[in-house]
């Protein structure tokens, strides 16, 4: 079984949705801990570390073999937390990460630009393709932008204007070879988006890679 992290509810029917049309048979179970963004956001993301591992205690009790973090603020520190956990976790964007890197051109360094609704979403996203360029051995310019209004829309319940704004923001993105939305929730901006540029997600690959940890487990 695979347990899911999430800060939002509104997770919950789109893992569910990939769970069925790619990788039906796997038992998920969802474990959503709303407050932990709001802290996060308030305090920094290393506030929650004690509540991060307490959640992940819980879903390994409840039998999960591994754990997926949707939430893009909170991933390096479920990350961190995985040692004490006893199982894999994984960060959704981490997937999502090694792909932008690997799209990146070779013979020069590559343009990443991250969209992201929340500022505290920024630095962890940045902070993990730098890693995975580190990893890859490429050079990866990466530039950060927040789409500003986008979370307003998003805590209202405005999904539909919530992702046109995004959509919006990743068609105004010039001189970039690959675009990263950095929350799962941005996922459906993707069709909206007329861009030419490749614009990546994280709930597909991230729910892929956390499949294979089950299986592995």
Do not use: K, N
């Not at 992290?5 to 959503?32: I, N, Q, Y």
């Not at 995985?82 to 590559?110: E, F, K």
């Not at 500022?119 to 996203?125: D, F, H, N, R, V």
């Not at 070879?177 to 540029?197: G, Y």
């Amino acid at each position: 079984m695979l347990a899911l992290l999430h800060t939002s509810p509104v997770h919950v029917p789109v893992f569910d949705a990939l769970r069925d049309a790619h990788h039906p048979g796997l038992e998920l179970r969802h474990h959503v801990e709303a407050g932990l963004l709001d802290r996060a956001r308030r305090d920094g993301p290393q506030a929650v570390t004690d509540a991060v591992r307490a959640a992940l205690r819980r879903a390994v009790g409840d039998g999960a073999r591994a754990v997926l973090c949707t939430c893009s603020t909170l991933g390096a520190v479920a990350e961190e937390a995985a040692g004490a956990a006893g199982v894999p976790v994984l960060r959704v964007d981490r997937p999502m990460a090694a792909a932008a890197v690997a799209a990146a051109p070779t013979s020069a360094g590559g343009r990443v630009v991250v969209l992201a609704a929340l500022e505290s979403t920024l630095a962890p996203t940045a902070g993990l393709l730098a890693e995975e360029a580190r990893r890859a051995g490429r050079l990866v310019d990466v530039r950060t932008r927040l789409v500003e209004g986008a979370w307003e829309r998003f805590g209202a319940g405005d999904t539909d204007g919530y992702l046109r704004r995004v959509a919006a923001a990743a068609d105004a993105v010039e001189r970039a070879d690959v675009i990263v939305l950095a929350q799962a929730s941005m996922a459906r901006a993707r069709e909206l988006a007329a861009t030419d540029v490749p614009v990546l997600s994280s709930p597909r690959p991230g729910l892929a890679a956390g499949a294979a940890a089950v299986s592995a487990a």
